[in-house]
C-alpha cells in the first residue's frame, strides 16, 4: 500500500511541476462549479416562478365574473410541472419538452416552454449543466490529465527501472489509476455539494446517496478506460490519440447513433399526420357545441324516453350542457387514444435508445442519472397524464354547471340581446371546481428500483475495463 501511496503522490507532483495538468484540474474544478452555481439559480428562480404562475393562474380562473359556463371552459387554465430537487444538476428532458401546459375544453394541447426552443445551433452543446460538464467534459479533461501516465514511464524508461527493482506491475496501475480518479472526484466535489442542498431542499438521502455514487462510479470507468489505453499504447501521442477517439465514439458517436437507431426501428406519425387523423376521427363524434347535430339524436331520444316528456324543453336539465358532457367524454377517449400511442412510441424509442448504454459508459450515466433525479421521459408522461386528468375534471365540472345550473331557455336564446345574454349566465361561484395542482417526482424507492439496470451497465463497463487493464498488467513492458 505504501507503494501505491508513493506512486501516486509522485504522479501528482508531476502535474504539478509541469503545471498544465495541473490547470486542467483546476479549469475542471471551476467549471463544475460555476455551471453548478448557474443552474442551481436558474432552477431555483424557475421553481419559484412556475409556483407563482401556478397560484396566479388558478386565482385568475376563480376570479372570473359571472359567465356562460361554456365560456370558461374555452378561458382555460395553466399548470406548471416544479422543477426537483435534483435538477440543479440534472434538467433531464425538461429543456426539450416544455414544463407548462394550456388546459381548455376539446383539445389537449402540448407542453410549451422549453428552454431549449430559445437556443440556436447545436442544443446538446447549448447548455453546459453540471450533468453535462460532468457526463461529456470531465471525461475529456481525465483524458488530458491522465493519456501519458503510463506511457510516459515507458518512454522515460523508469517503468522498467521501477519493475527490475521489485515494484509489482499491480501497484504502479493502482497508483496510477487513483491518482486519475482523485483529479476526477476533485472535479465532482461540485455536485457533492449540489446534491447536498437538494437534500435540504426535500429530496430523499437515499436518491441523493445514490445520484453521488453514480457519478463516482463514473468517474471510476473513465479514469479506468484512460489508464488502460496508456498502458497498451507505445506512445504518448498514440495514447492520446486513441483516447481522443474513444471519447468521440463513447460521448457523442454512439448516442447519436442510438437516438438515429431507435427513431428508425420505432417509426412515430409526425404531427400534421396526426392531426389530420384526430380530426378525422372526431369528426364523426359530432359538434358538441350544436345540440342539433345527427350525432346526438339517440342521446336525445334516450333522454326523452329516460323522463317520459316530448320536447329537450321539457326536461329537468339542460339539454346543451348534456350534449357538452357527452361531447367532450367521447372527444376525450380519442385523444387519450392518441396520446396514449404517441407516449408508448416516445417510450419504446426512449428504452431502445438506453440499451446502447452496452456500448457507451456515457449512455448509461446519462440514463441513470436523469432516472434518478425524477427528470426522464417517464415523469414527462406522468406529467401530462396528471395534468389532462385535470383538463378533463374541470371541463366535465363546468358542463355538469352547464347542465343543472342554467335554464335550457335561457341558453338557446342567449345570442338575441343583451338581455338575455345576461340571463344565459351563471353565478361566478361555480367557478371553484378547480383541484389543487402539484406535481411530484416518484418516490425514492421507485426511482432506485427502475434505475438499478443502469446501475448494472455502469459496473459492467468498470468491470470490463479493469478487466482489460489487468490483461495489460501482463505484457506492460
Keep these: 500500500m505504501n507503494i501505491v501511496k508513493l506512486v501516486m503522490r509522485d504522479e501528482w507532483r508531476y502535474w504539478q511541476r509541469t503545471r498544465v495538468a ?19 439559480i436558474e432552477m431555483h428562480q424557475a421553481g419559484t416562478e412556475r409556483a407563482q404562475l401556478q397560484r396566479t393562474s388558478e386565482a385568475n380562473f376563480v376570479d372570473q365574473p359571472d359567465k ?42 402540448s407542453a410549451m416552454f422549453a428552454d431549449q426552443r430559445q437556443s440556436s445551433g447545436m442544443t446538446r452543446f447549448s447548455s453546459l449543466s453540471p450533468a453535462f460538464m460532468l457526463q461529456v467534459i470531465v471525461p475529456l479533461m481525465l ?13 522515460a524508461g523508469t517503468l522498467h527501472v521501477l519493475i527490475t527493482q521489485g515494484v509489482k506491475v499491480k501497484d504502479i496501475l493502482a497508483g496510477k489509476f487513483l491518482s486519475i ?36 462510479l463514473y468517474i471510476l470507468v473513465w479514469s479506468a478506460i484512460v489508464l488502460w489505453v496508456s498502458s497498451i499504447s507505445p506512445r504518448s501521442n498514440v495514447s492520446f490519440a486513441a483516447l481522443i477517439g474513444l471519447w468521440v465514439v463513447f460521448c457523442i458517436l454512439i448516442p447519436r447513433i442510438g437516438s438515429s437507431t431507435a427513431a428508425t426501428l420505432v417509426a412515430s406519425a409526425g404531427k400534421l399526420e396526426t392531426d389530420f387523423a384526430v380530426r378525422e376521427e372526431l369528426r364523426t363524434l359530432g359538434n ?20 317520459g316528456v316530448d320536447d329537450v324543453a321539457d326536461l329537468p336539465v339542460n339539454f346543451r350542457g348534456v350534449v357538452a358532457t357527452y361531447s367532450e367524454k367521447k372527444l376525450t377517449d380519442v385523444l387519450n387514444k ?81 338581455e338575455t345574454a345576461k340571463t344565459a349566465r351563471v353565478d361566478a361561484s ?19 428500483s427502475h434505475s438499478l439496470y443502469y446501475s448494472l451497465q455502469l459496473l459492467f463497463w468498470l468491470g470490463l475495463i479493469l478487466l482489460l487493464v489487468k490483461q495489460a498488467s501482463r505484457r506492460i513492458l
Excluded: C
Design 288 to 307: 358538441g357545441h350544436d345540440a342539433s347535430d345527427p350525432a346526438f339524436v339517440k342521446l336525445k331520444q334516450d333522454l326523452l324516453e329516460q323522463y
Design 143 to 155: 483524458i488530458m490529465v491522465g493519456y501519458s501516465s503510463i506511457t510516459r514511464e515507458r518512454e
Design 68 to 109: 356562460h359556463p361554456h365560456r370558461m371552459v374555452h378561458y382555460g387554465h395553466y399548470v406548471f410541472r416544479a422543477p426537483s430537487p435534483l435538477s440543479i444538476i440534472d434538467p433531464g428532458v425538461d429543456a426539450y419538452t416544455g414544463t407548462a401546459i394550456f388546459l381548455e375544453g376539446h383539445q389537449q394541447n
Design 181 to 216: 480518479a482523485g483529479s476526477g472526484m476533485l472535479m465532482l466535489l461540485p455536485l457533492v455539494l449540489a446534491s447536498l442542498w437538494a437534500s435540504v431542499s426535500g429530496e430523499s438521502v437515499a436518491i441523493t446517496a445514490s445520484f453521488v455514487l453514480g457519478y463516482l
Design 430 to 448: 361555480h367557478w371553484d371546481v378547480l383541484s389543487e395542482f402539484s406535481f411530484e417526482p416518484e418516490s425514492s424507492t421507485f426511482r432506485l
Design 338 to 418: 392518441y396520446a396514449e400511442a404517441r407516449m408508448e412510441e416516445e417510450l419504446s424509442q426512449a428504452e431502445i435508445a438506453r440499451q446502447f448504454g452496452w456500448l457507451s459508459p456515457m449512455v448509461s450515466m446519462r440514463t441513470l442519472s436523469m432516472m434518478i433525479s425524477g427528470t426522464n421521459l417517464e415523469t414527462h408522461h406522468r406529467f401530462l397524464r396528471e395534468a389532462e386528468t385535470l383538463r378533463y375534471d374541470f371541463v366535465q365540472a363546468l358542463n355538469h354547471v352547464h347542465e343543472h345550473d342554467l335554464d335550457y331557455e335561457a341558453d338557446i336564446n342567449r345570442y338575441k340581446n343583451d
Design 22 to 40: 495541473a490547470t486542467v484540474i483546476l479549469i475542471g474544478v471551476m467549471l463544475s462549479l460555476a455551471s453548478v452555481v448557474i443552474n442551481s
